[in-house]
């Protein structure tokens, strides 16, 4: 049984390598990795080890998991982070696009409106 004293514990340094690895790589893959592969990812030699930290993670309501199958971890709301608009990820956003000049009126007015909408709170 998990106490609330269990889920308000903040995360170990582990525990938090273990779940920015699971977040990352279910964001660049679209599957969960399995327990090896967190190991090599985090540089652990015990599975074991890795598999009591994403116990632990389970228990305080980061990630969930389906029984009978590998790559079955999923991230919960409770360990996903808001994402920001920065002007820097904006602007590699315009140069992934292929705009290069970005004096360009309508690249202009597209950032004018991001930072109004940010600063009105429009845009969170």
Not at 9 to 18: D, M, Y
Not at 30 to 49: F, K, V
Not at 52 to 58: A, G, Q
Request: hydrophobic content about 30%; aromatic content about 6%; overall charge positive.
């Amino acid at each position: 049984m998990t106490t609330k004293a269990t889920l308000d514990k903040p995360l170990s340094r582990r525990q938090q390598e273990v779940y920015d690895y699971v977040r990352t790589f279910i964001g660049e893959n679209g599957y969960s990795p399995t327990i090896r592969e967190i190991a090599d990812g985090i540089m652990l030699s015990s599975a074991s080890t890795v598999h009591s930290h994403v116990n632990s993670l389970i228990r305080k309501g980061y990630l969930t998991h389906s029984s009978g199958g590998v790559r079955t971890l999923a991230l919960t709301k409770k360990g996903k982070r808001p994402k920001v608009v920065t002007q820097a990820g904006i602007m590699k956003w315009i140069h992934d696009q292929g705009i290069e000049e970005t004096h360009d009126a309508a690249v202009y007015n597209l950032l004018t409106d991001l930072q109004e909408g940010i600063q009105t709170g429009r845009i969170c």
